[in-house]
């Protein structure tokens, strides 16, 4: 199974929507950075909501950095996304198990904080990127992009992301949609969308229920008819490479790197976003300092 992201527009055209499965993509993550259960779900849902504006204001080569820093235990989320479905992310402690909520889920807000920023700075390709900033309004992460949305995109958007952890704290199943609300869109439309979504069943269900993408679309706007325009792949994909690191290398001072050399006999860079390790030689880092000369 790869995971698809699928794009429609209402026939009438008053609403845009997404729906995205992103279980093995938010699978891999949680391998890699080895993230528990509080920590899985705040930095998956972080992934999917950077994915979905990724994929509806991006242009083809464009890029997205999502920070969230609340002031809960998990501390800052940093996520990068693209137009064309590719998305990776770290959280600062990826160590955070919490007490489940009253009904049973887990409770994101708790593990991200309410007192905090959401910031998405775009590298659109211009001299400067363009950052759009709102305060955290739940820490539940979906209802935050939903506000960052509606205050910096200004297109008023509803937002829903779900994580599914397992006793054993692998990820079961994760999904997210979008729906946007067009100029046309009459208050009665958007009632309608409204009553759809309070008795759609939390959307990890409906993806562990077998749901397909199309299926899940039909049941958040059902009553409107709609055009599916395009079914795109998305994945967990990190363009770390050692030339990367060896040019942050060769940013440090003469003094740092000959430290390097003479006490620790060579260097270990990680990834942060992917938890790669590239060694780096005493020879390696002598070739860096040279050209530094």
Request: with cysteine; charged share 25%.
């Amino acid at each position: 199974m790869t995971d698809t992201l699928t794009k429609a527009i209402s026939k009438d055209g008053k609403f845009r929507a997404y729906v995205v499965n992103a279980t093995e993509t938010i699978q891999e993550a949680q391998k890699r950075h080895d993230t528990w259960r509080n920590s899985s779900a705040a930095l998956g849902r972080t992934m999917i909501g950077s994915m979905l504006v990724a994929t509806s204001t991006l242009k083809e080569d464009e890029v997205l950095t999502t920070r969230v820093q609340g002031d809960g235990p998990v501390g800052a989320i940093v996520v990068d996304a693209d137009a064309q479905g590719n998305v990776k992310g770290y959280i600062s402690n990826p160590h955070v198990s919490l007490k489940a909520r009253e009904d049973g889920h887990i409770d994101v807000a708790a593990a991200v904080g309410t007192k905090g920023m959401l910031s998405i700075t775009k590298d659109l390709h211009m001299k400067e990127p363009f950052t759009g900033q709102v305060p955290l309004v739940s820490g539940e992460i979906g209802m935050d992009f939903t506000y960052y949305m509606a205050k910096s995109e200004q297109i008023p958007s509803a937002i829903g992301v779900s994580v599914f952890v397992t006793p054993n704290e692998t990820v079961g199943a994760a999904g997210g949609f979008m729906i946007q609300t067009l100029p046309g869109a009459t208050d009665k439309d958007i009632s309608q969308i409204e009553a759809n979504l309070k008795v759609v069943p939390n959307l990890s269900t409906l993806l562990n229920e077998g749901l397909s993408n199309q299926d899940i679309m039909d049941k958040i706007m059902n009553g409107i008819e709609m055009k599916y325009l395009q079914d795109m792949p998305v994945q967990f994909k990190c363009d770390c490479s050692k030339d990367r690191f060896s040019k942050s290398l060769a940013t440090l001072s003469k003094d740092q790197l000959q430290s390097m050399i003479d006490e620790d006999h060579g260097a270990e860079a990680v990834c942060k976003f992917c938890g790669n390790k590239y060694e780096f030689s005493e020879a390696e880092l002598q070739k860096i300092l040279s050209e530094k000369k």
